[in-house]
């Protein structure tokens, strides 16, 4: 459906791109991250890295709305968040009009027309993940750029020449290498210098990772900006650029002294000339008498946490002692997973129950399951089919990397955007004299089987855990939040919107808040400061047991307040620390 470009559009952006498990803010030249919090009115931003919340406040305040400034923002992050975002991946945007409208635009990445459930097997036995991920066989065709333009066709009011600008200009001046920027290319030097373009951009002529505190610059990425600022997105899906696209993944250029086998892809000029971003319904749950909207199938997290929400509306949550209340989260996240493993695809190609999987009913029979203490997983799925509405149709509602970023503009009006380029550093393939890295998200499908229907399957989009959210409280905005973190975004989501709604926890206090992630294993991922926490004994006792499973998220909100105010929030420690602003900061 489309719409005009009404100037008075306003959207609050959730941006959650490839930086999934890993991730890392690189702060700009002389910058840092900046405040993870601010209260103001006006628009506002948080994003991972300080110089994109910038670039967002930037586009607020010469009168765009906040696609606009999500835009300008996403285009920066592709700069200095490279192994985890940019051009070369995709994404997921929900968005809540200022008439009330709440849609969705699908950006995720698409295989080859020539892939076939078999692609990323040899000798009859599945590839191991390195071998099928740093690959040109891994690469999805990308579809950020064309949600960028789709967006601000449909929903902004700048050009996609003006919101690239700051993006060009980070290029081209560069960005301060931070720690975290260093550690995402150290653990990918081995498989970098292998390929002399990824090398070239990424590497010192040593060969080892830029240094901290050195400047990085990318100005083939600058050129590429600046050639789509003068052709549009057509100079991307079509003619040289294309070209090289293709060439690269087809014939991936590696060094005579390469230590690995870079196998090629199948992807051709006609799969970018026929790459479409779709716009589809979003999922929505009723909670605590508020509507929580998310991105349906091809992505799990709107079904997912939508379940899980589903299953806790049944307790009592803010009554309970914090353990209590956590053991229910856990046990809601467990069988809502079990349910995403088996049922969620790209709805193309397989009949998703979504409206069964997010129906009260089917939560009751799931929440039955629940007792006092721990089940054992994995726990079976359950069979949403009986509660299935109507018939499903197309528009129905290990190291990975993707950013987070929210705006809003004084109009009102929300949009939630996460995009990637799955794992950190995607195929570790840079595009020769593009500066742009190309994405491993086909390592997204159960590529290890040929009947699951996540299975990989030519023009398929593979099932992804991105979980852009927005909240509203009688019709009006109340939060928008998300995060990078794989399938533990999930989670992450589901956490933060129990601490905030139930337990009684500050934004900000519930992005700080220790997480633990229970995804149908015999074991929950937790944090270090979860596991040296009085909870972990209190859970254990429940049956509970525990992995340390490192950093989980790096989550950015903004919530709506009294007297026209709003605050953003962005993660203070995770990933270096994000960055939170608004237009006019008020004590």
Do not use: C
Not at 244 to 254: E, L, M, S
């Amino acid at each position: 459906m489309h719409r005009k470009r009404l100037h008075w559009q306003a959207v609050v952006l959730t941006v959650a791109t490839a930086l999934l498990l890993g991730g890392g803010a690189s702060a700009g030249v002389g910058s840092g991250s900046g405040p993870p919090t601010s209260v103001g009115t006006g628009g506002a931003a948080a994003s991972v890295e300080r110089l994109a919340t910038q670039a967002a406040i930037d586009t607020l305040k010469a009168h765009g709305n906040a696609v606009d400034a999500a835009v300008a923002a996403a285009a920066v992050l592709g700069v200095t968040e490279p192994f985890s975002s940019g051009i070369g991946g995709g994404g997921f945007m929900v968005i809540r009009t200022a008439e009330g409208e709440v849609t969705t635009v699908d950006g995720r990445e698409t295989a080859a027309a020539a892939m076939t459930p078999t692609s990323f097997w040899e000798n009859g036995v599945p590839l191991p993940f390195n071998d099928a991920r740093y690959s040109g066989m891994s690469v999805g065709v990308p579809g950020t750029l064309a949600t960028w333009a789709e967006a601000l066709d449909e929903y902004g009011t700048m050009s996609l020449a003006r919101t690239l600008r700051a993006g060009i200009r980070v290029a081209s001046d560069g960005f301060l290498v931070d720690q975290t920027f260093f550690d995402q290319t150290n653990q990918n030097l081995d498989y970098f210098d292998d390929v002399p373009a990824t090398a070239a951009l990424y590497l010192d002529p040593d060969g080892t990772p830029r240094d901290v505190g050195s400047v990085f610059r990318n100005p083939d990425l600058a050129a590429t900006y600046r050639r789509i600022a003068r052709e549009g997105p057509k100079a991307f899906y079509r003619g040289s650029l294309a070209a090289a696209i293709v060439d690269t993944v087809q014939h991936p250029q590696v060094s005579p002294t390469a230590n690995h086998t870079w196998r090629p892809g199948v992807m051709t000029t006609q799969d970018l000339r026929n790459y479409r971003v779709i716009e589809r319904e979003p999922t929505r749950v009723r909670y605590r008498g508020l509507d929580v909207y998310s991105m349906g199938p091809p992505s799990s997290g709107g079904s997912t946490v939508g379940e899980a929400l589903n299953i806790l509306e049944g307790f009592r949550l803010s009554t309970m002692t914090r353990d209590e209340a956590l053991h229910y989260v856990l046990e809601a996240s467990r069988y809502s997973f079990a349910d995403r493993n088996a049922y969620l695809a790209d709805p193309k190609y397989f009949d998703v129950p979504l409206s069964g999987l997010l129906s009260k009913d089917y939560a009751a029979t799931r929440r039955a399951l629940i007792t006092g203490t721990a089940a054992t997983s994995p726990v079976a799925p359950g069979d949403p089919a009986p509660f299935v509405e109507g018939e499903a149709s197309e528009t129905s509602p290990q190291s990975e990397t993707t950013t987070h970023l929210t705006t809003s503009d004084r109009w009102g009006n929300v949009v939630s955007y996460t995009f990637t380029i799955e794992s950190t550093g995607g195929s570790g393939l840079v595009v020769p004299g593009t500066g742009v890295l190309l994405n491993n998200e086909l390592t997204d499908f159960n590529f290890d089987s040929t009947t699951h229907p996540n299975r990989v399957e030519g023009s398929k989009r593979p099932r992804s855990s991105m979980s852009p959210t927005i909240v509203l409280r009688s019709h009006k905005p109340f939060l928008a939040l998300g995060s990078p973190g794989g399938s533990t975004i999930i989670t992450t989501v589901l956490q933060l919107l129990v601490d905030r709604l139930d337990l009684a926890m500050t934004l900000p206090d519930a992005i700080v808040d220790p997480r633990a992630s229970q995804r149908n294993t015999a074991q929950t991922s937790a944090e270090p400061a979860f596991l040296t926490s009085p909870l972990r004994a209190l859970l254990e006792a429940r049956g509970h047991s525990f992995v340390n499973g490192g950093e989980i998220g790096a989550a950015t909100g903004i919530e709506f307040l009294r007297q026209r105010r709003v605050l953003a929030a962005a993660e203070p420690v995770r990933r270096g620390g994000g960055s939170a602003m608004v237009e006019v900061p008020v004590p």
